[in-house]
T-cell receptor, first 114, second 113 residues
């Protein structure tokens, strides 16, 4: 099992450009998440999907949209990138249904917006 | 709002010395708490959760409700323990458990030889 995979690994964008970060999991997990990691800030939740067909905002959703394409895939879109969105983005998944579920993380996408 | 506080950005100790990484949380009854670890060039992974009362890689963490703390401890540090450590708890909708984790800002642990 590959676990949680993310593409691309690295990306450089110019201000105003758009892009989609892809995430997939092969563990048949119900819930999926997008976090951003900034130096000195820890990880902050952008959006989550408790189950296929549902999405909800997290702590820092502004400037992002998400799509839960199917149970396996959860994408994050930046419509008009801004330098403040320079960050490392992590996708995670969990079986869900309980606050005790372990979250499994992808390797991350390092995004730079110039 | 749920908060998790890790007061130390950086902690440096010598190999063989005891380690304690601090974590405090905002009070909300009986919280569920976790420690996640990120080794260099590896993905973030669960280290331990308080409900399991387990010891992983020699680390333990005890929930102290009076002090609202969940400090991570290891009696004898090893060089391979060098990593970023994050304390975390479920989001506000902890009843459902599906709304993600709230993380502390992390502590970079460096074990010197």
């Amino acid at each position: 099992n590959a676990g949680v995979t993310q593409t691309p690994k690295f990306q450089v964008l110019k201000t105003g450009q758009s892009m989609t970060l892809q995430c997939a999991q092969d563990m048949n997990h119900n819930s999926m998440y997008w976090y951003r990691q900034d130096p000195g800030m820890g990880l902050r939740l952008i959006y989550y999907s408790a189950s296929e067909g549902t999405t909800d905002k997290g702590e820092v959703p502004n400037g992002y949209n998400v799509s839960r394409l199917n149970k396996r895939e959860f994408s994050l879109r930046l419509e008009s990138a801004a330098p403040s969105q320079t960050s490392v983005y992590f996708c995670a998944s969990t079986e869900g249904g309980t606050a005790l579920s372990e979250q499994y993380f992808g390797p991350g996408t390092r995004l730079t917006v110039t | 709002a749920q908060r998790v506080t890790q007061p130390e950005k950086l902690l440096s100790v010598f190999k063989g010395a005891p380690v304690e990484l601090k974590c405090n949380y905002s009070y909300s009854g009986s919280p569920e708490l976790f420690w996640y670890v990120q080794y260099s060039r590896q993905r973030l992974q669960l280290l331990l959760r308080h409900i399991s009362r387990e010891s992983i890689k020699g680390f333990t963490a005890d929930l102290n409700k009076g002090e609202t703390s969940f400090h991570l401890k290891k009696p004898f540090a090893q060089e391979e323990d060098s990593a970023m450590y994050y304390c975390a708890r479920p989001g506000p909708d902890s009843g459902g458990g599906a709304d993600g984790l709230t993380f502390g800002k992390g502590t970079h642990l460096i074990i010197q030889p």
